[in-house]
C-alpha cells in the first residue's frame, strides 16, 4: 500500500492499513494509522498525527504538529465510522486540527483545494469548506459550520456552530460570528457586524466594475434601506436576473440558517 516512489522517513510509524500514493514524502516522527489515504506528492512533516478514515489528495503541505482525522470532540460521538476528506494543493500549517464527521450529520467533514490554514487554525467536525480560502492563525470552526470559496478569516476570529459564511466574504481578525455572512460581505467585530461589500477582493479576482457596482446596490438594499430579508430579495430580482454575482447574494438569502449578521 506504499508506493516505491515514496520517501518516508524510518522514524516515522505507518499503519497496514495505510495508502501512501507515488511521490509522497513523510518526515521524522510522523504517525499515520488507520484507513488513511495520502495523494500523490503531498508533503508532510515531522511529528504530524494523521488518523483514519481520511483522505488526502494530491500536492498537500502539511507541517508539524498538525493533528488530522482525529476524532471529533462533541461529546455525542461514540467512535463511529465517520471521515475526513481533504482535496488537492492545500497548505496546512503548524498545529492545525482537522477533526472527522458525526452520524449527527452526514459523518463527514470536507476541505475543498487549495486553501491555506495558518498556525493554529481548527476544522471541527462535519464542517464543508470551498475552494481558495485563507485562515489566519488560531481562526477557529466550530461543528457543522459550510463556508464558500474564496472567504478569508482573520487571525482569532471564531465562527458559531452551523453557521455559513457565502463566497468571498471577508472575516476581520477578532470577529465572533453568531449568525450566517452573505457572500461578498466583509464582517468585523465581537459579535460580528456588516460594514461593506469585500470590493478589493473582488477586484483582485477579476470581477468586472459593473459587478461590483450591482453587489454595492445589492448590500445597500439588504442593509441601508431598512428591509426585511424578504424584501431584499424581492428589491434585487431584477439585478439577479442580470448579474450571476448578485443572484449568488440572492440564493444565499434565501436559504441561511442562522439568520444573517444585521
Known amino acids: 500500500m506504499i508506493d516505491s516512489t515514496a520517501m518516508i522517513h524510518p522514524t516515522a510509524l505507518i499503519g497496514s492499513d495505510v495508502t501512501v500514493k507515488?511521490?509522497?514524502?513523510?518526515?521524522?516522527?510522523?504517525?499515520?494509522?488507520?484507513?488513511?489515504?495520502?495523494?500523490?506528492?503531498?508533503?508532510?512533516?515531522?511529528h504530524v498525527v494523521i488518523k483514519g478514515r481520511t483522505t488526502i489528495g494530491r500536492n498537500n503541505r502539511i507541517y508539524q504538529f498538525a493533528s488530522i482525522g482525529e476524532a471529533c470532540q462533541d461529546l455525542k460521538y461514540r467512535g463511529e465510522d465517520t471521515e475526513l476528506v481533504i482535496g488537492d494543493d492545500n497548505t496546512i500549517r503548524e498545529s492545525v486540527t482537522m477533526h472527522r464527521g458525526t452520524i449527527q450529520d452526514k459523518g463527514l467533514t470536507q476541505v475543498g483545494s487549495h486553501n491555506l490554514f495558518m498556525i493554529n487554525a481548527h476544522v471541527a467536525h462535519d464542517c464543508v469548506i470551498g475552494d481558495n480560502c485563507i485562515f489566519a492563525n488560531n481562526a477557529t470552526l466550530a461543528g457543522h459550520v459550510t463556508i464558500g470559496d474564496y472567504v478569508i478569516f482573520g487571525?482569532?476570529?471564531?465562527?458559531?456552530?452551523?453557521?455559513?459564511?457565502?463566497?468571498?466574504?471577508?472575516?476581520?481578525?477578532?470577529?465572533?460570528?453568531?449568525?450566517?455572512?452573505?457572500?461578498?460581505?466583509?464582517?468585523?467585530?465581537?459579535y460580528a457586524r456588516p460594514v461593506t461589500i469585500n470590493s478589493e477582493g473582488l477586484r483582485r479576482r477579476g470581477f468586472s466594475n459593473e459587478a461590483i457596482r450591482a453587489l454595492r446596490r445589492a448590500y445597500k438594499i439588504l442593509y441601508r434601506e431598512g428591509h426585511t430579508v424578504e424584501e431584499a430579495i424581492e428589491q434585487m430580482q431584477t439585478m439577479s436576473d442580470e448579474f450571476p454575482e448578485v443572484k449568488l447574494f440572492v440564493d444565499f438569502l434565501s436559504n441561511h440558517g442562522r439568520g444573517i449578521i444585521r
Not at 158 to 184: E, M, S, T
Open 22 to 46: 507515488a511521490g509522497v514524502q513523510i518526515g521524522a516522527y510522523s504517525v499515520v494509522e488507520g484507513d488513511v489515504t495520502i495523494g500523490e506528492n503531498s508533503w508532510i512533516g515531522s
Open 155 to 190: 487571525g482569532l476570529a471564531a465562527i458559531h456552530q452551523f453557521g455559513k459564511v457565502g463566497a468571498h466574504a471577508f472575516i476581520g481578525g477578532c470577529a465572533a460570528l453568531n449568525r450566517d455572512v452573505p457572500p461578498y460581505v466583509m464582517a468585523v467585530g465581537n
